[in-house]
């Protein structure tokens, strides 16, 4: 293999990764204009700190969702946990401010906020959590009206179960399925003995 091919699918794994970390549609709104925002298909921007209550009222001014069964609690924030959660913000700015986000003892986290200038971004992770992510300030403006820097992460675990994903649906309706066949044909069998005598 030449030295380009080489180069060009180095290029290519590089790309497919970024595509993997990030939201493939992802668009950005303000938290106030829903209910009815995706959070974890897009984001939504609020004003101020990224604390409790702050952050609850934006989950239900996106969402609509009564925020009291989330159950929300604050697990950390970037700055004040280095030896617990990994997060490096990119080093070129004209490039856009974002970073990868990992925490180390793989606590899975359900909501993650992005403070940056006097907003914060709401991100809603799927499923039951996950402990590694992608975020940005793109949508976020700084008093001078460009992209600012990330000041912190904040992670958020909710008590309340998650939804089951579509394929642990499938196979529990497959799993029912299959016990009511069973208890059916053990029913037949017992109906043919009794005519048996």
Request: aromatic share 10%; glycine share 10%.
């Amino acid at each position: 293999m030449s030295h380009f091919s080489k180069n060009m699918l180095s290029v290519a794994a590089a790309s497919a990764a970024f595509a993997i970390a990030s939201p493939a549609a992802a668009a950005v709104f303000p938290c106030s204009s829903g209910p009815g925002i995706d959070l974890t298909t897009d984001q939504c921007i609020a004003l101020g700190n990224d604390n409790l209550a702050s952050v609850e009222a934006a989950i239900a001014a996106a969402t609509g969702t009564n925020v009291s069964i989330l159950d929300l609690v604050l697990y950390g924030k970037s700055d004040d946990n280095p030896s617990l959660i990994s997060f490096l913000p990119n080093p070129e700015p004209e490039d856009g401010q974002f970073t990868n986000w990992t925490v180390l003892d793989g606590t899975l986290i359900n909501y993650v906020t992005v403070k940056a200038a006097g907003d914060f971004k709401v991100y809603q992770l799927t499923g039951a959590g996950a402990n590694t992510g992608f975020v940005n300030t793109l949508g976020m403006l700084n008093q001078g009206g460009n992209q600012p820097d990330i000041s912190h992460l904040s992670f958020w675990t909710s008590a309340t179960p998650a939804v089951p994903e579509p394929g642990t649906w499938a196979m529990m309706l497959l799993g029912f399925g299959a016990i009511g066949f069973a208890m059916r044909r053990r029913r037949e069998d017992k109906v043919r003995l009794r005519y048996a005598f």
